[in-house]
């Protein structure tokens, strides 16, 4: 069965970067999309940015986009997400999931999307952004 482990998180000032890692077990992210997810306290999970099981597609929130990279590098069953000129309100615990590309895309687009629509996600890594 599929397992996926978010690391990577940490306390950061503003302006600075971070690179979060979601790497798979029990299975190959070859044949898989992956999606990055974020809440912050007291506000629903949302989509941050998405990508397809080839790595072709990509997407962004708009808030993220121009900041955020989302890569995958499949021999090393990990997908990345770069994390630049983090800004408080980027604070939050980062997740990632696996599901349909078009459905990620979705949710990271701002439509409504049952986060039940994603098989499996992990466990979470904590991102603080703060002075």
């Known amino acids: 069965q599929l397992q996926l482990v978010e690391s990577g998180g940490g306390l950061v000032r503003p302006g600075g970067s971070l690179r979060l890692s979601c790497t798979a077990s029990g299975e190959r992210l070859d044949y898989y999309a992956i999606g990055w997810f974020r809440q912050a306290p007291g506000k629903e999970r949302e989509g941050v940015s998405c990508i397809s099981s080839s790595a072709v597609g990509t997407a962004y929130a708009d808030s993220v986009k121009g900041r955020f990279t989302i890569s995958k590098d499949n021999a090393k069953n990990t997908v990345y997400l770069q994390m630049d000129s983090l800004s408080p309100e980027d604070t939050a615990v980062y997740y990632c999931?696996?599901?349909?590309?078009?459905?990620?895309?979705?949710?990271?687009?701002?439509?409504?999307?049952?986060?039940?629509?994603?098989?499996?996600w992990g466990q979470g890594t904590q991102v603080t952004v703060s002075s």
């Open positions: 999931a696996v599901g349909p590309f078009e459905t990620l895309r979705s949710a990271v687009g701002g439509q409504h999307v049952k986060m039940s629509a994603f098989d499996y």
